[in-house]
DNA sequence: CGTGACCCTTAATCTGCATTAAGACTATTT
DNA sequence: AAATAGTCTTAATGCAGATTAAGGGTCACG
């Protein structure tokens, strides 16, 4: 059913060349950096390469980076206490990811970051963003807009488990991630909107089958 | 069942002097404001008296302010297609609440944000607060601080949301506001926990008379 | 190229919570 | 002080989605 290869595939061999030119492109959809800016980010971003599964953080472990993600995809995910994964958030392209609780109080996290794609990251640690916040206001101001936009759609997102059905929920997780429909497996998209992979078996059955 | 007369009770008739003093003390709490920055933000906010049910945000109006509430308490919440209200976030004392998603992008809220005691309220506009963003930095900072600490709470609540029951939700509820727990009448409870009033009586009557 | 680790689906059964209804109690408004 | 509107509880019935089980498909990797 899955028609598309994917990213990987395309992407073939990917070079092992810096790549902090994206994130400078990124930011110009916000406040842009100058040079002097562009130089004392940069030269506190490091990349990685991330293999499949493999996770950037784990329950218990402190988070110490802000991470980019310049390709592939992670899912940031709590195990309740019967061992089910329940994943709060889907991370693609040009987006930020980290424990920000975990992070900001250094405290253990609750949650496993983990590539669902062979990914390719660069991060921030927090001192160094700390220096950044503290000597450029701008970095202050673009974190305050990115962290913002994240709480609008954690918003949405609570409101959306509290007041439509699975099946709507569905619907809107198509129209809102057309891009990581075919990236993902359906056991994820059920962990992400709170259902049972059978379950989405079921909405997608009767999604195209519809009865009279 | 609620012993304690409410806020409103024991202070008898609020006086209607300016309480400018309790927000800059609230700032103390993250970068402290200099003379120049307390007259910037006090300057430009606005003291109301709220009644109780009376709103300051209703669905398809734009966001214009960000509230800070010196007194009594507020429910931010949808409403869902089949007329049912879903709260999403209760906010008293020394805290701030605002639809972000409307003020940011000036369009008409899915929300209301309502008073569910008698309250006193300072306000600031979006004109105002961008103002203060541009001139004063520090503004910039403490608000990323507020906002990123506002995401840590919904996230811990969606987490919450898809890996416990009813009655766990209803438990931590109970231990993280103590405070609220006896301001709030149980229909507001349960509409924050995601469930009816009938099923927050069960589980309210399971806990006091617990099975063998 | 085979074998195990996922993944997808169907179907039967089960359950947490909703819905509906109704009565008692309690604030708030007049 | 009465009227009204909101609140709390109990109980019967209903349903969305979980659980369990089982069969078949597909991909990664030795």
Avoid at 36 to 61: F, N
Avoid at 83 to 106: M, P, R
Avoid at 184 to 194: D, H, R
Wanted: with cysteine; charged share 25%; net charge neutral.
């Amino acid at each position: 059913m899955r028609q598309e290869p994917r990213q990987s595939d395309i992407t073939g061999h990917p070079r092992q060349t810096s790549r902090m030119e994206n994130i400078v492109r990124y930011f110009n959809h916000y406040l842009p950096l100058n040079s002097e800016e562009k130089e004392a980010l940069t030269s506190r971003l490091v990349q990685r390469k991330i293999k499949r599964k493999q996770y950037i953080l784990q329950e218990g472990d402190i988070c110490k980076y802000f991470t980019f993600v310049l390709e592939g995809c992670f899912k940031m995910y709590g195990i309740d206490k019967s061992g089910a994964e329940h994943n709060l958030v889907f991370t693609a392209e040009d987006d930020w990811i980290a424990d920000i609780d975990s992070l900001h109080k250094e405290k253990p996290s609750r949650l496993f970051i983990e590539a669902v794609e062979p990914s390719t990251i660069l991060q921030i640690s927090k001192g160094d963003l700390w220096y950044l916040y503290t000597n450029y206001p701008k970095f202050d101001r673009n974190f305050r807009v990115i962290i913002e936009n994240k709480y609008i759609e954690l918003q949405n997102r609570l409101l959306q488990t509290f007041s439509a059905t699975a099946y709507e929920r569905y619907e809107s997780f198509l129209e809102q991630y057309p891009g990581l429909t075919n990236r993902l497996p359906n056991t994820q998209i059920a962990s992400y909107l709170g259902i049972t992979p059978e379950f989405l078996s079921k909405i997608r059955n009767a999604k195209s089958h519809p009865g009279p």
